[in-house]
């Protein structure tokens, strides 16, 4: 059984970089055809995907976060990451990471609230 | 940007009652269509992907339907469990811009 949990701090402040990391247990971020993902929702709003990086590598990001956007994969600790720079106020979401197999997530973390406030 | 239009954005059904949710898209996004439920304080969670597909573990009461901009998710007799959030979500083109509906809302009447 696939599971995903994500880490980082919970608050960060205003200009600064957003970093979390999500740790992968019961599969490799490195095999199969699985595209692992960032998808945030704001508290009380919808859901909002963020990126993916494909098991080969290759990423793909929003078009409305791309500038601030990297996400990135450690093979060795089995994690991906993401970090979003130059953080608002609107960045303030729980932030979720997961597992797609074509186009739909299947494996979801348990999601982390990160809060953007000085 | 495919724009998902979800409606209505909160449904009051009575247990025992069927659901229907739906999902417009600005175009056409053929079949490439998923379906989740979220419950407050949980993640999303995978019901119905290909527009129709049940997902591993989905009781067979969800159905989805529908295919290039027009979908709708049943609930055919709705459980206690079954009050949530729904969402659909598209994935058309390769590599998917994903984007998400603004949710529909299930609640007890």
């Known amino acids: 059984q696939v599971q995903l949990q994500e880490s980082g701090p919970g608050l960060v402040k205003p200009s600064e970089t957003l970093s979390l990391t999500c740790t992968v247990s019961g599969g490799s971020v490195s095999s199969g055809s699985y595209y692992w993902s960032w998808i945030r929702q704001p508290p009380g709003k919808g859901l909002e995907w963020i990126g993916y990086?494909?098991?080969?590598?290759?990423?793909n990001y929003n078009p409305s976060l791309k500038s601030r956007v990297t996400i990135s994969v450690d093979t060795s600790k089995n994690q991906f990451s993401l970090k979003l720079s130059s953080v608002t106020a609107a960045d303030t979401a729980v932030y979720y990471c997961?597992?797609?197999?074509?186009?739909?997530?299947?494996?979801w973390g348990q999601g982390t609230l990160v809060t953007v406030s000085s | 940007e495919i724009v998902m239009t979800q409606s209505p954005a909160t449904l009051s059904v009575s247990p025992g009652e069927r659901a229907t949710l739906s999902c417009r898209a600005s175009q056409s996004v053929s079949s490439n269509l998923a379906w989740y439920q979220q419950k407050p304080g949980q993640a999303p969670r995978l019901l119905i992907y290909?527009?129709?597909t049940r997902a591993t573990g989905i009781p067979a009461r969800f159905s989805g339907s529908g295919s290039g901009t027009e979908f709708t998710l049943t609930i055919s007799s709705l459980q206690s469990e079954d009050f949530a959030v729904y969402y659909c979500q598209q994935y058309n083109n390769w590599p998917p811009r994903i984007t998400f509906g603004g949710g529909t809302k299930v609640e007890i009447k």
């Open positions: 990086i494909y098991y080969s590598g290759s990423t």
């Open positions: 290909g527009a129709s």
């Open positions: 997961a597992r797609a197999i074509g186009g739909s997530w299947n494996y």
